[in-house]
């Protein structure tokens, strides 16, 4: 390897002088240091004419709010269904339990990453492995994915939010996530000084996961096994279903959508990963015995015309996920991809596509939401924009609904949650050859 050559004083004081030189530099560092560079870089005339109508609004309430945690995948899922379960139960506003859904899914994280791992400690793999140390830095994360949300509706239901309300971690997950975490990196310590002794690595493994339940009910509470449901629909009608298990729950007011039987599709710009085929990334999930988290790789321009259709024809939600950070404009509400004008403030080329992003590492998918409505071009088939319900409350925005530029989806949304029946013969037919697995580390395992 080559010595690295210092930045000497001389190559600093021409940057100095560059710089100084510039009146263009020096009057952008004068706008940035006062106002930021959201401000000063934002494309005055494209946030003015980025429209809020849309030939198609799907309704589905009152924006829901994650607070200071990363469960944008299980609120945006929930809405989705909860949209299903207002329109059975006639009512104008529901909301599932965010809460209950993340305690059952942490629990189930807690006995997938242990017997993972305990696997892999059986196997010889190396606890300074590139493997084990990144399974050990992601652990009790809150993000997640379409399929392990549906492991977890599937298997445990969901209830009304006012019947497992929030509390302060679940709002705030950051101490409980690090208690979580420091029990199993301890649990991961004493697998591998007992390795090749069967009976202790299970008793490690009961104890930790003894451990993470009563951590979690300490921070969420104890979620319900059952409970009594009434309402009274918006027509004024009263309704009572008498005492009910969450999973039933689930099945009476959700389960005749068919959600539990999408699939999720994915824009891996990547020429190595061909569209048409089916993708999986190793270690990832959360619900062992449930589904794998795969995807089918299509291209964008059909995860688009799946979701207009859905919204058009359907007139239901469509959960996705996107890189959300880049052109975005958090308080108005807004993305398209000359929102803002970074690089003609820095004078820099900001010039990767979305395979380069990817392969760089400079975008993945980091944050899930729902697609609630779609502006369509005359024509009937082209889309201008895409209206999306947000998960960070109703006072940004508009009440907490994004406008999304149809320019913007090409470029960072990444994956969408679809009905299986919509696929063409050929994309079924590849649902069900195996996947190509991908590792642990991929940035298509990116959790929303």
Not at 180 to 194: D, G, W
Not at 311 to 325: H, M
């Amino acid at each position: 390897m080559s010595e690295l050559t210092p930045l000497s004083g001389e190559a600093l004081d021409a940057l100095r002088g560059e710089f100084d030189a510039d009146g263009t530099s020096r009057l952008a560092m004068n706008a940035v240091t006062a106002a930021g560079i959201e401000k000063v870089a934002r494309n005055y005339d494209r946030a003015r004419l980025l429209q809020r109508r849309f030939s198609t609004t799907v309704d589905n309430g009152e924006a829901t709010h994650q607070d200071r945690s990363g469960r944008c995948w299980l609120f945006s899922s929930l809405n989705v269904a909860r949209f299903i379960a207002k329109k059975n139960m006639n009512l104008k506003e529901f909301e599932f339990s965010q809460n209950y859904a993340m305690y059952y899914d942490k629990l189930e994280r807690v006995n997938y990453f242990l017997k993972d791992v305990a696997a892999l400690v059986a196997a010889g793999e190396p606890s300074d492995s590139r493997l084990m140390q990144h399974l050990l830095a992601d652990v009790m994360g809150d993000g997640g994915q379409w399929t392990m949300a549906m492991n977890v509706y599937k298997k445990y239901g969901a209830v009304p939010k006012d019947l497992f309300p929030e509390t302060e971690s679940s709002k705030n997950t950051g101490a409980m996530n690090n208690q979580l975490r420091h029990m199993l990196h301890t649990a991961v310590a004493h697998l591998y000084a007992a390795a090749g002794d069967q009976a202790k690595t299970d008793e490690i493994i009961a104890d930790a996961t003894a451990a993470g339940h009563r951590i979690l009910t300490i921070h969420l509470g104890e979620p319900p096994v059952s409970f009594d449901w009434e309402w009274t629909d918006a027509d004024g009608e009263f309704h009572r279903d008498g005492e009910i298990t969450p999973v039933e729950f689930w099945k009476k007011y959700v389960g005749p959508a068919g959600l539990e039987d999408y699939v999720c599709l994915v824009d891996d710009p990547r020429a190595e990963h061909a569209k048409g085929k089916k993708i999986g990334i190793e270690h990832l999930g959360n619900v062992a015995g449930g589904d794998p988290t795969e995807y089918l790789n299509v291209p964008n321009q059909f995860m688009k015309d799946c979701v207009r259709t859905i919204l058009v024809e359907q007139g239901i939600p469509v959960w996705f996920g996107a890189d959300c950070g880049p052109f975005m404009d958090r308080e108005n509400g807004a993305w398209a991809t000359d929102l803002f004008e970074y690089g003609k403030v820095y004078d820099v080329d900001f010039d990767l596509d979305k395979e380069a992003r990817v392969r760089f590492g400079d975008s993945a998918m980091n944050h899930a939401m729902a697609f609630a409505g779609v502006d369509v071009a005359d024509d009937g088939t082209t889309t201008r924009r895409w209206r999306v319900e947000n998960s960070w409350g109703a006072k940004i925005a508009d009440k907490g609904y994004f406008t999304m530029s149809d320019d913007w989806f090409t470029e960072y949304v990444y994956e969408v949650a679809v009905p299986k029946s919509m696929l063409p013969a050929e994309y079924q037919a590849a649902l069900e050859e195996p996947a190509t697995m991908l590792p642990a580390w991929d940035p298509m395992g990116a959790l929303a």
